[in-house]
């Protein structure tokens, strides 16, 4: 087989020292070459999302960033605080590649048939990495995009799919009935509401501007709380207790707003009480956190009586959880409603290069809704590859 | 059958206005006869456990509690504050009697084998209301104690040690191999120290005092770590490390210290991670809340990884879920081990006259270690029965 892919190319990278300082940079490795069960993807749209930044930025304070060297070989530095520096041993020294998702063109297929099939064609792929030209990912990594679909279109078609799904899943294996969400007017909570819309399930979208609440609102959400006003506890309870949901999946993890659900929630169940109970209500309430994108600790106030549940929710082990047949299901899904439940949007689509520019990194640093960027790693790279 | 006891006897209650006043006061009831499946107890024992003192005090400031009324028709008030009042409408303009346990004598049984057979035994019995004279449970809510053991040495026989054996069997069904506990140096705590100790299960007591700490060691405990001292974090993280418990049940609950464990578990588990892993270690690090001796928020620190919970637990649906023979069995266990392994004490025994007394209130208010109060609700109560 002829290769028509550079022998090496590049791969952004984050590194840790011990002393503190983050280093992020680009570096360029040899281009693998796929084993049977692995294709060859030239990747071509990778998003940035926030379950990216934790291992790009580890925790840094970027906005004290400063560049180095020239725009084609430069390197971002900053400092990482020592309380985020702590439980990071493990990747001290490390330079790591970045990237859980992204789609492009399979270029190269190992031998086995399965691989074969994918060969020319337009894949999604999930696995680490994808901030880079090339990668070499096992064949069921990947989900080939229906006929039309571009890379851009195909990018997020796991990490927000999945877990905009995971969390319907979770609702019915643990026999809840309504749905709150946080940081609701992220591309995930928009899919959110698409999927819960298709499947009747009540959503109780939180976000904090009114712009946020217009924009889910012209999407046809009917529950949308905006935590900025002064009648935010109001209106979630009086939410609450119209939808029962008793199950939250929160992306911001930091501050008193995951308190304030399970307060709201318990607020809400204790107007239906008809007798009264030192312990509070019986039934379970529970806040999945998902995401961080709220930094400090997380503050639980205490009228919630007893049957209450904070914890982290990743999708991964979810997936793991139900099995290779319903994550099966759920790529399809995601194959066949790619352009419409699963549709994502991006602010800017970026080179690896501009992905180190600190004015790029000030905007998708802050994981704001409506700024997500993708990075294509082969854009801009025509006399890169070392052939 | 002729009845030896009073038509009506005394009861302690406690109501709490929607104005937010809390009135405690004792009031004179019918005393009950039993159905057929019931026994009437004269309760001669019932301690005051922190589960006790929610229903009791409602949350009020009794630092600033008024008595008025004479020593024998005396009412104690204080004021709710707004944020407990909350969700405590169910409750309000409800003259509702406490205690949630106690021991006593059977003087009167219903017409069923089982309840016959109590007649004239000291029975320990659970389900609320205990604060009173007599006493009316169905018989299967009642455990006789062995022969020669005294109400007071039976009072305790459900709450503390049924919650201690709860906690051991939550750490076998979860997976669970050791155990953290808080507020260590308790009657609770004592025990869990004698049940795990037999059942070499490793056991990380968290006290906050010096005195707390030679205590439990004087017990016979191994592992103890002072919440107080400047090396609390390091100690606990090598404590954590050396006996992998990664289940911790708080009594506390406010501030900082259920994150503290659940930081210092992931801390432990990533010592021993053989690679980085940006969501932390994989293994699920939990913490339930099972009493409020802390007031104020929870507040939970973010370097805990993604596979961390924390929530409320209570025994009570602990032991629904586990079914009667199960509990059967471990009332067995209790009655067996009465004077030894479930054995408690207490600071003092007062009458239900004294319970009101604002001297009282403000040492057995407190939950502090050490300064337990029994009730002996037949104490000094000779002329009060109205025959």
Request: glycine share 10%.
């Amino acid at each position: 087989m002829t290769s028509a892919h550079p022998r090496t190319a590049l791969q952004l990278r984050s590194l840790v020292k011990d002393s503190g300082e983050l280093e992020i940079s680009l570096t360029r490795v040899p281009t693998p070459a796929p084993a049977p069960n692995e294709v060859l993807v030239r990747v071509e749209a990778a998003p940035i999302n926030p379950s990216d930044l934790g291992l790009l930025f580890a925790g840094a304070d970027m906005s004290h960033a400063a560049r180095h060297g020239t725009k084609d070989h430069s390197v971002v530095t900053a400092r990482v605080p020592d309380a985020a520096l702590r439980g990071m041993a493990a990747r001290f020294g490390q330079s790591m590649p970045v990237g859980n998702e992204g789609a492009g063109t399979v270029v190269e297929a190992g031998s086995s048939e399965a691989a074969q099939a994918l060969l020319g064609k337009t894949v999604a792929a999930l696995g680490g990495a994808m901030y880079s030209q090339y990668r070499c990912v096992p064949h069921e990594q990947c989900l080939a995009l229906p006929a039309g679909a571009t890379p851009a279109e195909g990018a997020s078609a796991f990490v927000n799919p999945l877990t905009a799904l995971g969390m319907v899943e979770t609702l019915r294996s643990e026999g809840h009935t309504a749905l709150v969400h946080t940081a609701a007017a992220s591309n995930l909570g928009q899919m959110l509401n698409r999927i819960c819309a298709q499947e009747g399930i009540a959503l109780v979208n939180i976000v904090r501007s009114d712009a946020q609440v217009a924009l889910l609102r012209s999407l046809g959400a009917k529950h949308v709380c905006n935590s900025s006003s002064p009648s935010f506890m109001q209106d979630l309870i009086e939410t609450l207790a119209s939808t029962g949901a008793t199950l939250a999946f929160d992306a911001i993890g930091g501050g008193k707003l995951a308190g304030q659900i399970l307060t709201g929630m318990e607020a809400a169940l204790s107007r239906k009480a008809t007798q009264y109970s030192r312990y509070g209500s019986p039934i379970h309430k529970q806040v999945y956190i998902y995401g961080g994108l709220g930094p400090g600790p997380i503050e639980i106030g205490r009228s919630l009586g007893m049957a209450w549940g904070v914890g982290g929710w990743l999708v991964t082990p979810f997936l793991q959880k139900i099995g290779p047949a319903a994550m099966q299901r759920l790529k399809q899904r995601v194959a066949a409603e790619l352009k419409t439940t699963f549709a994502s949007t991006y602010a800017a689509e970026i080179s690896l290069f501009e992905a180190l520019d600190l004015d790029n990194i000030a905007i998708y640093g802050k994981t704001a809704t409506g700024r997500k960027y993708l990075i294509n790693p082969n854009k801009d790279v025509g006399n890169q590859g070392s052939g």
